[in-house]
């Protein structure tokens, strides 16, 4: 399932969560989201309001 990331974040936790759920480097995730900026905006925040926290105690 799709969460926030509890270890992985610089702001929200969107981008290490989303790094998770793919498999994939949170730096690439990261990048994806700068080089589509205008449009990558509008998701990010909606992903921020609406995507769950994950709960892991590390």
Do not use: H, Q, W
């Not at 730096?27 to 994950?54: C, G, K, M, Q, W």
């Amino acid at each position: 399932m799709l969460k926030k990331s509890s270890k992985n974040r610089l702001i929200r936790g969107v981008c290490g969560g989303v790094a998770e759920f793919f498999s994939i480097s949170s730096t690439i995730v990261r990048l994806i989201f700068f080089f589509t900026s205008p449009t990558s905006i509008i998701v990010y925040l909606f992903l921020a309001v609406t995507l769950e926290n994950d709960n892991k105690l590390y």
